[in-house]
């Protein structure tokens, strides 16, 4: 396994773990109308903190656990990476249309900026599928 490869499933899961449990931990509360974006505005600084020391710590493990393959990205890798931008750019953009569309529905601002946020993370999870699917499968 390269070391783009490995970067990549430390990342998707980072993402899934870290935005899994924001949206676990928001969501139940925001639905029952007890929350406002000021209100969770230190669980999401939380959150991206979290996943910018976890990415640090992830690629640190990489790197030491195969140094010789930190510079090794090739055409193969810039291949995967272009079909995976492709792929989920659709993706961001179904949820930036439908962020629009709440905000012509007059709905709070909460509601329009985790849907943005949901777009984004489901947009880099998807990407890191794609790429893990590429990877495997070859391209």
């Not at 529905?105 to 949901?118: C, K, N, R, S, T």
């Amino acid at each position: 396994m390269s070391f783009q490869e490995k970067s990549n499933l430390a990342m998707t899961g980072l993402f899934v773990l870290v935005y899994g449990g924001y949206f676990a931990t928001v969501l139940p509360s925001a639905l029952s109308g007890e929350v406002s974006l000021a209100s969770v505005q230190w669980l999401l600084f939380g959150a991206v903190v979290f996943l910018v020391v976890g990415g640090v710590f992830a690629h640190v493990l990489v790197a030491i656990a195969a140094p010789n393959e930190t510079d090794a990205a090739d055409e193969r890798d810039k291949l995967i990476e272009m079909r995976a931008d492709a792929r989920t750019s659709y993706v961001l953009g179904f949820g930036a249309l439908m962020a629009m569309g709440l905000a012509l529905l007059e709905f709070d601002v909460f509601w329009i900026a985790h849907v943005l946020l949901a777009a984004l993370v489901a947009s880099e999870v998807a990407k890191g599928v794609f790429r893990a699917i590429d990877y495997r499968r070859g391209v």
